[in-house]
């Protein structure tokens, strides 16, 4: 009985043992499957983040391709329409350039065909090719900006050879056509309490002292003229070329114009003086032999001068002032706006339309019949409004008020004689004649009169 219970209990303990190892067992494929699965999904995640990370770079890189294409697109299309814009301008420009240039070529022909003051016309000749100078040399500027520099130098040197020709003019039309200075001088010595003493810092140019004598005063004028207009001459190509020597050696950094601390400030400072200068010394010969040139209209031929010359100097200021304004702004497509450069194609543009009408305003102000045999100018006291018949517009209104007026004093009238329409209440008046006899009203509002037996 001992021997069975011992080996019941070794049966159940040899049952517990393979339990534990059953356990064990399982146990242990548990955690193998487990390690597996972790290890399959490990796997996994490490390649789904490498998958991730892949396709990130080729959004990013799909991104950067879009952005530049896009980029690519947005500065192609303002490009575009920046050179659609140009060539607007461009045609623009050139066809008011080309009408200009055509006008003033007529018009030069038409004085060539009709030279019969050569002394006088030549320098007639000099002032109307200012027109297609200046209209050539801004259209070249406005296409290529890189000949700009070398145009503007031309254009400003003939801009002051045109004015000394104009005061050349003046002199010329005052000596009758002869170079013959005596009697320009002798004319003007009739004119000498008209005549404001010379400078005194040109003193050292006088052959006399123009205290002595009306001529000495006469000649120092003149020459003081000739001087003031001859300075621009050679100041205003310097400072031309001292604006294209700075220009070079701004290294791609533009020097602002209005900046004392900049050369720029001092060259437009030198201009605006020898500008005032030259115009001074015209202004002061007309004044003085206006009435002896009158018969060619010098006044608008000099405002047509002074419209090219003047107004396209202020005009520039003008403009550089409105750019200097919006000089930390950008331009469409980003870039940094540059004032300067925007001041010189707005100036070239507007240069080149306004040529056009100055054109026609030297067709009429400078005219061929003027240096014609036995021209007499047609005096005329006709004013604006009478060629538009305002004139006759102020008469009629005239008329009607005068009307209206005279049927308010014949109502008052009708009303005052009531019942006496005849006027028999009428007292004769004093004659006059024999034959004439004159009745009225005491008021003398009704009065008649009997002439030879008539009434009226």
Same mark, same amino acid.
């Given at each position: 009985?001992?021997?069975?219970?011992?080996?019941?209990?070794?049966?159940?303990?040899?049952?517990?043992?393979?339990?534990?190892?059953?356990?064990?067992?399982?146990?242990?494929?548990?955690?193998?499957?487990?390690?597996?699965?972790?290890?399959?999904?490990?796997?996994?995640?490490?390649?789904?983040?490498?998958?991730?990370?892949?396709?990130?770079?080729?959004?990013?890189?799909?991104?950067?391709?879009?952005?530049?294409?896009?980029?690519?697109?947005?500065?192609?299309?303002?490009?575009?329409?920046?050179?659609?814009?140009?060539?607007?301008?461009?045609?623009?420009?050139?066809?008011?350039?080309?009408?200009?240039?055509?006008?003033?070529?007529?018009?030069?022909?038409?004085?060539?065909?009709?030279?019969?003051?050569?002394?006088?016309?030549?320098?007639?000749?000099?002032?109307?090719?200012?027109?297609? !100078? =200046?209209?050539?040399? #801004? $259209? /070249?500027?406005? @296409?290529?900006?890189?000949?700009?520099?070398?145009? %503007?130098?031309?254009?400003?040197?003939?801009?002051?050879?045109? !004015? =000394?020709?104009?005061? #050349? $003019? /003046?002199?010329? @039309?005052?000596?009758?056509?002869?170079?013959?200075? %005596?009697?320009?001088?002798?004319?003007?010595?009739?004119?000498?309490?008209?005549?404001?003493?010379?400078?005194?810092?040109?003193?050292?140019?006088?052959?006399?002292?123009?205290?002595?004598?009306?001529?000495?005063?006469?000649?120092?004028?003149?020459?003081?003229?000739?001087?003031?207009?001859?300075?621009?001459?050679?100041?205003?190509?310097?400072?031309?070329?001292?604006?294209?020597?700075?220009?070079?050696?701004?290294?791609?950094?533009?020097?602002?114009?209005?900046?004392?601390?900049?050369?720029?400030?001092?060259?437009?400072?030198?201009?605006?003086?020898?500008?005032?200068?030259?115009?001074?010394?015209?202004?002061?010969?007309?004044?003085?032999?206006?009435?002896?040139?009158?018969?060619?209209?010098?006044?608008?031929?000099?405002?047509?001068?002074?419209?090219?010359?003047?107004?396209?100097?202020?005009?520039?200021?003008?403009?550089?002032?409105?750019?200097?304004?919006?000089?930390?702004?950008?331009?469409?497509?980003?870039?940094?706006?540059?004032?300067?450069?925007?001041?010189?194609?707005?100036?070239?543009?507007?240069?080149?339309?306004?040529?056009?009408?100055?054109?026609?305003?030297?067709?009429?102000?400078?005219?061929?019949?003027?240096?014609?045999?036995?021209?007499?100018?047609?005096?005329?006291?006709?004013?604006?409004?009478?060629?538009?018949?305002?004139?006759?517009?102020?008469?009629?209104?005239?008329?009607?008020?005068?009307?209206?007026?005279?049927?308010?004093?014949?109502?008052?009238?009708?009303?005052?004689?009531?019942?006496?329409?005849?006027?028999?209440?009428?007292?004769?008046?004093?004659?006059?004649?024999?034959?004439?006899?004159?009745?009225?009203?005491?008021?003398?509002?009704?009065?008649?009169?009997?002439?030879?037996?008539?009434?009226?």
């Amino acid at each position: 009985m001992a021997q069975g219970e011992q080996s019941r209990l070794t049966q159940f303990q040899d049952q517990s043992h393979t339990g534990r190892n059953v356990e064990r067992a399982c146990f242990v494929g548990v955690g193998a499957c487990l390690g597996l699965v972790s290890l399959v999904l490990f796997i996994q995640q490490q390649a789904l983040s490498r998958q991730v990370r892949y396709e990130q770079k080729e959004i990013e890189e799909l991104k950067d391709v879009i952005h530049n294409e896009q980029k690519g697109q947005i500065e192609e299309l303002s490009q575009q329409v920046q050179q659609e814009q140009s060539i607007s301008s461009y045609q623009l420009a050139g066809t008011f350039t080309l009408l200009a240039s055509l006008i003033t070529m007529f018009h030069m022909t038409s004085h060539l065909r009709r030279f019969h003051e050569p002394f006088i016309q030549r320098k007639i000749l000099a002032i109307l090719m200012m027109v297609p !100078i =200046y209209g050539i040399t #801004s $259209f /070249l500027s406005l @296409v290529e900006p890189v000949l700009r520099g070398y145009v %503007d130098i031309m254009k400003d040197f003939y801009e002051a050879y045109v !004015i =000394y020709q104009f005061l #050349s $003019f /003046l002199i010329a @039309v005052l000596g009758k056509g002869s170079n013959d200075r %005596d009697a320009i001088v002798e004319l003007l010595a009739r004119h000498a309490d008209q005549l404001k003493p010379p400078m005194k810092c040109l003193k050292c140019c006088f052959h006399r002292n123009p205290s002595e004598s009306d001529k000495a005063l006469a000649d120092a004028v003149l020459l003081e003229s000739q001087i003031l207009a001859m300075q621009f001459v050679l100041v205003r190509p310097l400072t031309s070329l001292a604006s294209f020597v700075v220009d070079m050696l701004d290294d791609g950094n533009p020097m602002p114009t209005w900046d004392p601390r900049y050369p720029r400030f001092y060259i437009v400072m030198v201009q605006n003086v020898s500008v005032f200068c030259a115009f001074t010394g015209l202004l002061k010969f007309y004044h003085a032999v206006h009435e002896d040139i009158e018969w060619c209209r010098p006044w608008p031929k000099f405002l047509c001068i002074k419209g090219v010359v003047f107004m396209t100097f202020w005009q520039g200021i003008a403009v550089s002032l409105l750019a200097n304004t919006a000089e930390n702004t950008s331009t469409a497509d980003g870039e940094d706006f540059d004032p300067r450069e925007w001041t010189a194609k707005v100036q070239d543009m507007l240069i080149c339309v306004e040529m056009l009408f100055f054109s026609l305003a030297h067709f009429f102000t400078f005219p061929t019949d003027e240096w014609e045999q036995g021209y007499r100018p047609t005096e005329s006291s006709t004013r604006f409004g009478d060629n538009i018949a305002l004139g006759d517009f102020v008469s009629d209104v005239k008329f009607v008020v005068r009307s209206s007026r005279k049927s308010g004093q014949y109502q008052k009238y009708d009303e005052e004689i009531g019942d006496d329409p005849v006027g028999l209440t009428a007292t004769p008046k004093p004659l006059e004649s024999e034959n004439t006899s004159a009745f009225g009203d005491e008021d003398g509002d009704l009065q008649l009169t009997v002439e030879d037996g008539e009434l009226s």
